[in-house]
């Protein structure tokens, strides 16, 4: 069983997959505490589901493009099996995670979306780095950005890890604390190759909205 705090359609906000219709399946808890983090509300409660009650759950929403994230969904172990099973469905299958575990038991169909926390978020000495030489076509990174002291840090490892070389980068300004303008203008001047990924359904349906 996993503890599922919600199953909904919306559209993708974030990544390349941006805009799409998606189905977002919420697991319970997380091991990290980022100080931005605009999700606290899946830390405890949720219902208990079983796979094929997910499965069928998320088939009935007539979506291909399915989201597992959190909290931090790998913190689960039948999330592997979860995510297997959708695939197996023939979904498209994106995994958000925020860097911190392992990534090596996750099935090879699945999009990972790995979220490194840079320093700002105070979880920055979490980060699991042995998670990039496990990126393969199709998976993307993500770091969100507070301040210039996390671009700088993100720049550096950028450069370090080759990552433009290796995947999509989404770079992803806080709401309503790092002006997407001042985002723009670092990536413009420093010709960068990444996304500057804006969280569309904040802009859509205000940053509080749940469940959308
Ligand atoms: S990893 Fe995600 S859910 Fe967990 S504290 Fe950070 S932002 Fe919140």
């Excluded at 469905?89 to 995670?97: A, D, S, Y």
């Amino acid at each position: 069983m996993l503890k599922i705090s919600e199953i909904y359609s919306s559209i993708q906000g974030e990544s390349s997959y941006q805009g799409l219709p998606c189905v977002f399946v919420r697991l319970t808890g997380c091991n990290l505490r980022c100080s931005w983090c605009d999700t606290a509300y899946a830390f405890f409660g949720g219902e208990e589901m079983s796979i094929d009650e997910i499965l069928n759950n998320v088939k009935e929403k007539g979506i291909s493009l399915v989201e597992i994230t959190g909290g931090e969904p790998l913190i689960q172990e039948e999330c592997y099996g979860l995510m297997t099973a959708l695939c197996d469905e023939g979904m498209i299958v994106l995994l958000e995670t925020g860097g911190s575990i392992d990534t090596v038991k996750v099935d090879e169909r699945v999009k990972k979306i790995i979220d490194f926390k840079a320093p700002s978020s105070l979880m920055v000495d979490e980060n699991d780095w042995s998670n990039v030489s496990r990126l393969t076509a199709g998976d993307e990174l993500k770091f969100v950005i507070g301040d210039r002291a996390d671009y700088d840090w993100s720049l550096e490892m950028i450069k370090e890890y080759e990552l433009e070389e290796k995947t999509i980068i989404n770079l992803s300004p806080v709401h309503n604390v790092l002006q997407p303008a001042d985002l723009v203008k670092w990536v413009l001047e420093d010709g960068l190759d990444v996304r500057v990924n804006l969280q569309l359904h904040k802009y859509i349906w205000g940053e509080k909205a749940m469940g959308v």
